[in-house]
């Protein structure tokens, strides 16, 4: 055809002679003059670059945005863009009506659509590089284009062209729009005056730009960098992935997202609102963040009814091909061409498939703006109630804590559960009134098309409604019930794993697994329940739109007549109006159970926040409500008596005095009982002073009501002027989850000689030795991984480094030996506080130390019995002194028997040795050669891996997880799905099928001739109904038995990984245990075994659904329009990449975001458990300023999460758009030419609508997989650690019943260590023990008396020699057998959670007469007997119900319950006292007069009786003899021993 600027076909289209602007062609050729100026000017400066960068302030990104208007100008763009596409596709459309083709009808317009483009490029980098005087180009462009535009609509008004043409009004909107874009650069002139004035304007950047450390760009993009997140490519780029491993990767979040500005929004907003709390705090979240809300309101609605355009646009694809003239010929014509209507423009199928591609780009960017503004709201919500329950904890009563009302764990959730459940209705609140309008015009949309039976059709979703309401409510019940089953079986598995070393001593394994066992089972049956109602879930939402299609369709034929058609354009269109109404139905049961959850958390933060304070005016020195008097700060409260306070002229009287109290009265809560009562005492200024008195008396209680945490209800307390914060070290010792030096310093300057001295004074030196990295050593919450007595110490220690004028020790050597307290109580208190002239109130049970202090305040029943000095109480109160002076000389006596060699802090030394490695051994490990990747796998095996997501999962972790599901159900699995999605194709297809046919034959036969309703036209539609109907039901069943089958499979793996786990495991050396950390073995039965129970069944049904769907809707479309082949190939290339960029980085996210949350937990626990430390040292501000950094740091990181799947979503969509504009192109394109049915046709597009979907969700089920998986590859990474061999032996069959009968053994050159990487524990030891001997092994701490014990158990490898048992090695007896035969106690008692009975006896198969006889043995019999229930007295988890003596007692029951004819005590009566221990060594020589008995002494004179001493030095026997035989020997190293015990 031939081709013209004005065409051919119009010999007076080059014709002027009445004037050039009547000449429609000349007046398009005008238009072209501004785009062309635009581009002639712009692109030598764009891409020549004009050296500006001198001009640009330094910062780190090019996104700061320098001109006003800059949102308008955006909007405008992209409607300008709009409108240029309308006008293109206008202009072609009203072309093909002509003979010839007139360019001057779309070329203009296609080149003020690249003028557009450019123009918005042009201003981009204008705008980045901070130079507007370039700006005057736009200036001159819009001018222009206004200007031609403005002519060419005065062309039209004069020519008669009505405005209900379609040009016209394209043309009125580009006038509108240029003569905004004229007013926009006019603004910018006047805002920055970078021309016609004198002085320009200079503008800074924001402090968020200049910050380097604030990479989270979304609130300073342009708005097309908002919508796609397009500034995020760089995250996703190979070269930056690798630094997505740690949180400072991700910055700072921006001032708008940091949590304290959010919190000084919502603070004011709380402030302004009064009434109830509960009603007050929703009121002030919604008016402080009442603004991104609408916006993400307006963004939903927006996204809701451009959803319906996709239908609409189907229908009318459809119609339009179904119709018989499919041109349409337009009436109009002025200027020598056709002026055609909006209608005859939606005529045609093209410029349908471009709004249909238009509509559901605008739809998808809509939404995901939506969903990001929804979730930064509720982000921003979350770190604003963060900080207002963190300073609530700073001001917390600390009676709130003490009486149980509120406790660590239950702060500690309503930070990480309630707050999130906040942060999710705000998440889904525009769902609250938005789904209701989408359901409003939904129906109204179905009735449109099809009548009453689409409100059939939809009364089938809203009779199914309720019942899906009631499965999510179960699922919520069933797994409450599932989490107090796991919550028995973690606390089952804790208790093992954490008594593991006695379990196998005494070959308890499997009792204690079959107890698991069984508790598994329990919690299978619930999660039995909870994958059938799963499973019914997951087949509500797939059966719920075929019943409610298949409705709707039957009852359409059958309540049919001639003016009711079942068109293929009716059916698709409803086919996808029925998957879009369907989707909020579902999501509204979602939103009411979070709405419900939000109105509990709210409910449960109100009262938290409603909660008792410590009142400003009980604290000390508070700046509001103290008063400063000559020198004196004091509160006072007025009582009956009148107002207490010191007189005005007993300045000098108190110069000497630091703090005083007079008539004081003090209670835990306002309202509460006074605890101490007429308080009247004082405390010299630069002096000691010691609190004494009995238990319960009140001593610390006087320590907590000076320091301001209990409430004075009368009376007065005067601080003098120089009392500053207060060092103050209480009785239970609180430690942080940092280092030894952070925990000492606490926030102070490091003084390194001051430093020194501290350790030095509190003798925390050899036991930091110990530690891997000494003083960087990272202590564990609480100091988990310390002894009382060194936690003690620190905390003492960091009193003594502050500089601080006052100094509170709370009963600081209650866990201290008493040599340690000596040197702590001469070289700390009475040296180094004496020398700084700091005053030191010290509580303590330990009298000797009273003779040191220069002032004593006596307590007794929370009164002050008297004060002053020991000569004042000796004169004042003689009744009270002597019975000081009776319990001190009972306290020197006792010092006298304790162990010089072996004390208690000798022991914490060595157990903390075994617990922790060497530092040779840390430095060893740091020095390995990084090219053992393979040993390092390895190791990483051995140790358990510590990241919660892999850097890739390997097909070697899908392979096991398949494994585990077994065969059958895997087979059984795949064929219903496959069934399933081949049913529900079928289905459609024969819809596709059946409304072709009948549009068919009703185009062949007319209108007039179809009367009969229930055969139209000669067309049966029974066969067609039939068979429609058993497919739709017949994919209703196959979608039931299809997510039975997924849910019974993730049950079996379930099932099959967790039994091969526990089993695994608990026969592991000893060594496993020792070397891998509790956490991360728990953490294999708690998070990974959630994931694999309950997530990876959900995640795996979802990714095969939906990659089913996928596949298939492709092949549909494919055989539909072959030629889709050719779009779909770069299509799935762009989408391979999206993903594969997206999984690897949302992995690392996902990581960080989980990390993000822990240090922000556990600063609330240390706060909550040391508030009273926190206030005490007056570090609120200090520990306030941590709470911000990790409250943002867990935002910033959750914000990166939320943008990267936004990232995500909209690239998926936009690939989705995609795919449909191809399928419709192609689809319109076969139909016109090559006679492709309309059924099939509107098939397509349906499909190709709703794989849109679920291109989103395969990427999503895959990166949740991936990170699932990742919880198989850690529990089969512990399956694979070797076990120990219990039961083959070479000589099994020749272990007699009765072995060993006699107890007679031989060690002959024994060497053993504890792993083949570290030196023998023992060396070449020779020993000969006969039958019935008593034999004390003894040492200094390190010997090697413990691994002798345990080589006798084979609990470590013996790499030489051999033990010899009545005759046979104890190498050539199976485990199981050896340690069930010899009996051991241990030095540290250990009980199980169940009965007195169970803990003596777990295998159940001895009577209570022995029980009873080993009770009586133990000395226990009278105190088990005073209990109710006796030997069914129930034992709490690690036996806590009974002290650390008690334990002991039962352990030694439990020994002699098994009646062993070889018995170990290793250490046994360190927790008893010296009397019972004296009763219990008789017993022990009488009950086991005829067995052989060896005892590892804690106190050496403990084995004065026995018949032979073994004494080890560095793990060799250096004496070995008769007690008599070594004490003869005065050189001897027991000699010594003995000595040093007197």
Request: net charge neutral; charged share 15%.
């Amino acid at each position: 055809m031939p081709l013209a600027f004005c065409g051919r076909d119009n010999g007076s289209a080059y014709q002027v002679d009445h004037g050039v602007f009547n000449n429609g062609c000349f007046v398009d050729a005008l238009n072209l003059v501004p785009h062309v100026f635009l581009l002639l000017f712009t692109f030598p400066v764009l891409f020549i670059g004009w050296g500006s960068q001198s001009s640009k302030v330094q910062i780190h990104h090019s996104t700061w945005l320098h001109f006003p208007g800059h949102n308008l100008r955006w909007l405008l763009t992209f409607l300008l863009l709009f409108v240029h596409l309308c006008e293109i596709a206008e202009g072609m459309v009203s072309d093909r009506f002509l003979q010839t083709r007139h360019l001057h009808l779309y070329i203009p317009a296609i080149m003020g659509f690249v003028a557009a483009i450019t123009s918005i490029v042009y201003y981009h980098n204008i705008e980045t590089s901070n130079f507007p005087k370039l700006l005057f180009a736009l200036l001159l462009y819009w001018l222009l284009a206004l200007t031609m535009k403005g002519i060419k609509l005065a062309q039209f008004c004069e020519h008669g062209v009505q405005p209900s043409t379609l040009r016209f009004c394209i043309t009125t909107f580009l006038v509108i729009i240029y003569g905004l874009f004229l007013g926009v650069e006019l603004n910018v002139i006047r805002a920055r005056k970078y021309m016609f004035f004198k002085i320009p304007v200079h503008v800074h950047p924001s402090e968020d730009l200049q910050d380097l450390g604030v990479h989270f760009l979304q609130p300073f993009v342009n708005l097309l960098s908002q919508a796609t997140f397009w500034w995020m490519n760089p995250l996703f780029s190979s070269k930056s992935s690798h630094h997505l491993h740690s949180l400072q990767a991700l910055g700072k979040p921006p001032m708008s997202m940091r949590a304290i500005g959010n919190y000084v929004r919502l603070y004011n907003a709380l402030e302004a609102s009064k009434g109830e709390l509960s009603k007050s705090l929703w009121r002030t979240i919604f008016h402080a963040f009442w603004q991104p809300l609408l916006l993400s309101t307006t963004f939903r609605y927006l996204s809701d009814f451009l959803a319906f355009a996709a239908p609409l646009c189907i229908f009318g694809i459809v119609h339009h091909l179904n119709l018989q003239d499919k041109a349409i010929q337009p009436e109009t014509r002025h200027l020598g061409v056709f002026f055609i209507s909006s209608s005859e423009f939606l005529a045609n199928g093209y410029v349908l498939a471009v709004l249909l591609f238009s509509s559901l780009i605008l739809q998808r960017t809509f939404l995901q703006a939506s969903h990001y503004k929804a979730i930064e709201t509720g982000v921003r919500l979350r770190g604003s109630l963060q900080i207002m329950i963190y300073n609530k904890i700073l001001r917390f009563s600390t009676s709130n804590l003490s009486m149980g009302d509120m406790t660590s764990g239950q702060i500690s959730n309503l930070m990480a559960i309630d707050l999130n459940q906040l942060m999710w209705f705000i998440f889904l609140c525009p769902n609250l009134w938005a789904l209701p309008v989408q359901i409003i015009v939904g129906v109204l949309l179905l009735y449109h098309l099809l009548g009453v039976s689409a409100l059939l059709g939809t009364a089938v979703i809203a009779l199914l409604f309720p019942l899906q309401y009631w499965i999510a409510m179960r699922l919520a019940e069933v797994q409450m019930i599932t989490l107090e089953h796991t919550g028995s079986r973690l606390k089952q598995t804790s208790e093992m794993v954490r008594g593991i070393k006695v379990l196998k001593l005494y070959a308890w394994e499997r009792i204690f697994c079959r107890n698991v066992s069984a508790t598994r089972a329990q919690e299978l049956a619930s999660l039995r329940s909870f994958a059938l109602t799963t499973a019914l879930s997951i087949f509500l939402n797939a059966a719920i739109p075929i019943a409610a299609i298949m409705m709707t369709f039957v009852t359409h034929v059958l309540m049919s007549s001639p003016n009711f058609d079942l068109s293929p354009a009716a059916a698709f269109a409803s086919m996808s109006l029925f998957h879009i109404l369907v989707t909020p139905l579902f999501i509204l049961s979602n939103v009411v159970r979070v709405t419900v959850k939000a109105l509990v958390s709210m409910q449960k933060l109100s009262e938290f926040l409603a909660s008792e304070e410590v009142h400003d005016e009980c604290r000390i020195n508070s700046p509001m409500e103290t008063k400063r008097r000559f020198g004196i700060i004091s509160r006072q409260v007025s009582g009956n008596d009148g107002e207490q306070t010191w007189p005005e002229n007993g300045h000098d009287k108190c110069e000497n005095i630091a703090v005083k109290v007079e008539c004081a009265t003090f209670s835990w809560q306002s309202q509460g009982s006074p605890i101490l009562r007429d308080i009247t005492m004082h405390v010299p200024d630069g002096q000691l002073t010691m609190i004494v008195g009995k238990v319960g008396c009140g001593k610390s209680s006087l320590l907590c009501a000076l320091l301001g945490e209990m409430q004075l209800s009368g009376g007065s307390v005067c601080w003098n002027w120089r009392r500053g914060s207060v060092a103050y070290a209480a009785q239970k010792p609180w430690l942080l989850n940092a280092t030894v030096e952070e925990n000492i310093t606490f926030g102070s300057p490091y003084n390194k000689e001051r430093y020194d001295l501290v350790m030095e004074v509190s003798s925390l030196k050899p036991d930091i030795d110990i530690l891997p990295k000494g003083h960087q050593t990272v202590i564990g919450e609480r100091g988990i991984n310390l002894s009382g007595g060194q936690r003690q110490r620190i905390g003492v220690a960091r009193a003594l480094y502050q500089q601080t004028n006052m100094v509170f020790l709370d009963d600081p050597f209650s866990a201290l030996d008493i040599h340690l307290s000596d040197h702590l109580m001469q070289e700390g208190i009475l040296k180094m506080l004496r020398q700084d002239q700091r005053t030191a109130v010290v509580v303590t049970h330990k009298l000797q130390y009273i003779t040191f202090a220069d002032w004593i305040i006596a307590m007794s029943g929370g009164n002050v019995r008297g004060q002053g000095t020991l000569t004042d109480f000796q004169k004042n109160d003689p009744e009270l002194h002597q019975l000081w002076t009776t319990l001190i000389n009972r306290q020197h006596h006792e010092l006298q028997k304790e162990t010089v060699k072996d004390s208690s802090t000798m022991l914490e030394r060595k157990n903390l040795r075994r617990a922790m490695y060497s530092k040779e051994a840390y430095l060893r490990s740091q020095s390995y050669d990084e090219t053992e990747a393979e040993d390092a796998e390895v190791e990483a095996r051995v140790h358990g891996p510590q990241n919660l997501h892999d850097s890739e999962t390997s097909w070697r972790e899908v392979r096991r997880y398949l494994e585990a599901c077994g065969p059958a159900l895997l087979i059984l699995m795949l064929f219903s799905q496959l069934l399933k999605h081949s049913a529900m194709l079928a289905s459609d297809y024969w819809l596709a099928l059946w409304t072709s046919k009948a549009s068919t034959n009703r185009s062949s036969h007319g209108n007039n001739s179809c009367l009969n309703s229930a055969e139209w036209c000669g067309f049966d539609h029974g066969w067609y109904l039939t068979g429609f109907v058993v497919l739709c039901s017949l994919g209703m069943l196959l979608c039931l038995a299809s997510s039975l089958a997924v849910e019974g499979t993730g049950l079996r793996a379930a099932r099959a990984l967790h039994h091969g786990l526990l089993s695994r495991l608990v026969f592991a050396p000893m060594r496993f245990f020792d070397t891998t950390p509790l956490g991360s073995i728990l953490n294999r039965f708690s998070a990974d075994t959630y994931m694999i129970d309950q997530l990876i069944p959900i995640t795996l049904e979802s990714l095969v659904r939906s990659s089913l769907f996928c596949l298939s809707a492709l092949a549909v479309i494919c055989y539909v329009t072959p030629f889709f082949v050719l779009a779909l190939i770069p299509l799935a290339v762009a989408y391979y990449f999206i993903q594969k960029h997206f999984r690897g980085a949302t992995r690392d996210l996902q990581e960080l975001d989980d990390n993000a949350q822990l240090p922000l937990l556990s600063l609330i626990t240390e706060t909550v458990e040391g508030i009273s430390t926190i206030r005490a040292f007056r570090h609120e501000t200090r520990f306030r300023q941590q709470a911000f950094e990790k409250i943002d740091t867990n935002n910033i990181s959750c914000l990166f999460l939320s943008a990267a799947n936004r990232w995500l979503e909209v690239r998926v969509d936009y690939v989705g758009a995609c795919i449909v504009l191809a399928s419709a192109l192609a689809s319109i394109t076969r139909s016109l030419y090559y006679g492709l049915s309309s059924g099939l046709v509107g098939l397509g597009l349906a499909y190709s609508l709703m794989v849109s979907n679920f291109l989103n969700w395969v990427v999503k089920n895959l990166a949740d997989m991936e990170a699932q998986l990742g919880a198989v590859h850690r529990v089969c990474s512990l399956m694979e650690v070797q076990s120990e061999d219990y039961e083959t032996s070479p000589d099994q069959q020749a272990v007699p019943e009765n072995w060993p009968g006699q107890g007679d053994i031989h060690i002959d050159n024994l060497t053993v260590r504890y792993d083949t990487t570290l030196s023998p524990a023992l060396k070449c030891v020779n020993a000969t023990i006969n039958p019935g001997q008593k034999v004390g092994i003894c040492g200094r701490t390190g010997s090697g008396k413990s691994s002798l014990s345990l080589a006798f158990f084979r609990m470590l490898d013996i790499c030489e020699g051999k033990i010899i048992v009545d005759g046979k090695d104890i190498t050539d007896i199976p485990l199981s057998t050896l340690r069930s035969r010899v009996s051991i106690i241990m030095q540290d008692p250990v009980l199980f959670s169940g009965t007195i009975r169970f803990n003596l006896d777990p295998e159940g198969t001895c009577k209570d007469d022995l029980l009873w006889s080993a009770l009586e043995i133990a000395q226990l019999k009278n105190m088990v007997t005073a209990l109710s229930e006796g030997l069914d007295t129930p034992v709490t988890e690690g036996g806590e119900n009974f002290s650390v003596g008690q334990r002991q007692l039962f352990c030694l029951a439990r020994a002699f319950v098994r009646k062993s004819t070889i018995l170990i005590m290793d250490e046994a009566t360190a927790a008893i006292d010296m009397a019972t221990e004296k009763i219990l060594q008789k017993v022990v020589m009488t009950a086991f007069a005829s067995h052989t008995v060896v005892t590892i002494a804690h106190r050496v004179s403990n084995i004065l009786e026995a018949d032979k001493v073994l004494v080890l030095s560095q793990g060799e026997v250096v004496e070995y003899g008769s007690p008599s035989e070594l004490l003869a020997r005065e050189e001897s190293i027991f000699s010594s021993l003995v000595r040093s015990n007197k």
